[in-house]
């Protein structure tokens, strides 16, 4: 076994660091008192994370994770402004250490009061919107111990990592515990229309505002398309609330998903006393994180919708409706790996998306991984020729022969696990590879 400082073996050392991490983002907490805005759900979590935070920061200092920081290292990173995990490197946590120890010794500028010690802080952000991820029972309360809420989002319940809860019910659970720990006057934030979720709005003691397309949504949405506007696509739809509605068109946005983005942030913004109109202007500047629906120009003239940051059933049904209407004149590829984290489901799950796709008429399908197999084998059972599916192990076989195969205006859905590393083939077949690194939600091999 590796032993760390003091004889210490690397886990025990990681785990004394954490703890500390974890104390040090209380304490900070505690001193700067801002706004928390915690945000969970099965799926959404960062689209919505992306939303609320352009929506806010036209009129408070706000702060959100740039990456995916939803877990017991990545959110008190978030606290103390850091972007970069330091893994293993005990000196890089000594000197997050040591900042952290800055922003509680010298006083940082708060909600304009004036700073002191004058050592050029940034000033701490009045408002942070903090993802927080489940991938077992007690993180969400491990993490809101750290940041306790003024404000929970819960953007929809579905199976992600139903291997390690067994039941939806416990992801429920799980989840809607982010409301346990809501300041007395807080608010909580849930999607109307999962069903997963009226139990928990019907029993929820703290207030809530609720958002959906079902009647009697407190921020309402209606009339969700993908439609172009001056040759770009997007998604267009309509936000209502008492009685006033703004029509929204987000260009380079691709799904409904991002109008419950869109609507979630709405939520937030009028419960913090902005006007639906500035609202609806803030989120024309919102875009989806990499890999998450991001619409990228393919060769041959086609276009991409690169969701390779992760996949879950719910999440893959989600990108199939994209792929199904949007409109173009060429044939639709999807492009699936497997999907991970699904216990006793994963066979029947992997099964209803070639079912699915083949109900929405795709007209062909790739699949890359072992366990995207039975996604392969559910669409030939619901009637898709077999001429039409294709099986590769790996992505960057599966990227080459689709190159080939590409024709002018085709539409290709890219999605899968984050394992499955689905990036690579958008890199093989984006129209700018030299552009990966912006783009990209991971590293390619060129």
């Known amino acids: 076994m590796t032993k760390g400082v003091g004889g210490l073996d690397n886990n025990s050392m ?6 500390i991490l974890k104390l ?6 505690k001193k700067y008192q801002p706004r928390v ?20 920061k036209a009129k408070f200092n706000t702060r959100a994770p740039s990456k995916n920081f939803n877990n017991e290292i990545g959110t008190p990173l978030t606290i103390l402004g850091q972007q970069k995990s330091p893994g293993k490197n005990i000196l890089a946590w000594f000197w997050i250490f040591l ?18 010690g004058g050592l050029g802080h940034k000033n701490y952000p009045e408002v942070l919107v903090l993802e927080m991820g489940a991938d077992k029972p007690g993180d969400i309360k491990y993490l809101t111990s750290i940041a306790k ?15 390690f809860f067994k039941t939806i019910d416990n992801i429920v659970k799980e989840k809607s515990s982010i ?25 929820c003691q703290a207030k809530i505002y609720s958002f959906g397309r079902k009647e009697g949504s407190d921020v309402k949405i209606s009339d969700i398309k993908i439609t172009a506007r001056d040759n770009t696509y997007g998604t267009s739809f309509k936000l209502t609330h008492q009685g006033s509605e703004v029509p929204m068109f987000l260009p380079y946005v691709l799904g409904w998903q991002h109008a419950y983005a869109a609507a979630s942030a709405t939520a937030v913004a009028l419960y913090m006393e902005m006007n639906l109109v500035d609202i609806a202007k803030r989120l024309l500047k919102y875009k989806p994180a990499r890999g998450r629906t991001n619409l990228i120009k393919g060769i041959k003239n086609t276009w991409i919708i690169d969701d390779s940051y992760n996949a879950s059933p719910q999440s893959a049904k989600a990108a199939l409706d994209i792929l199904s209407d949007m409109p173009v004149e ?64 790996f992505t960057a076989e599966a990227g080459a022969f689709l190159q080939e195969r590409l024709k002018e205006n085709d539409l290709i859905l890219i999605k899968g696990s984050r394992s499955a590393k689905m990036e690579q083939i958008v890199y093989e077949i984006m129209d700018k590879p030299w552009l990966a690194k912006d783009l990209l939600v991971g590293p390619v091999v060129k």
């Open 14 to 19: 990681l785990k004394i660091l954490h703890f």
């Open 24 to 29: 040090l983002a209380k304490a900070v907490i």
């Open 37 to 56: 805005i915690a945000i969970t759900g099965s799926v959404g979590k960062t689209s919505s994370k992306e939303a609320i935070s352009v929506v806010l």
């Open 99 to 116: 900042l952290a120890l800055k922003l509680l010794l010298i006083k940082d500028k708060v909600n304009g009061e004036a700073r002191e």
């Open 149 to 163: 809420p003024d404000i929970s989002v819960i953007t929809a319940i579905g199976p992600s990592h139903i291997e």
């Open 179 to 203: 409301l346990d720990r809501l300041n007395k006057d807080g608010l909580a934030i849930l999607n109307n229309d999962d069903a997963n979720l009226q139990k928990v709005i019907e029993t």
């Open 330 to 393: 060429g044939r639709k590829f999807a492009v699936l790996g497997d999907m991970l984290e699904l216990g006793a489901l994963t066979e029947e799950a992997h099964q209803e998306i070639g079912r699915e796709l083949v109900r929405l008429g795709i007209d062909y399908l790739f699949v890359v991984g072992e366990k995207s197999r039975d996604i392969a084998r559910g669409a030939k059972e619901a009637g898709m020729d077999k001429d039409n599916i294709y099986h590769f192990p």
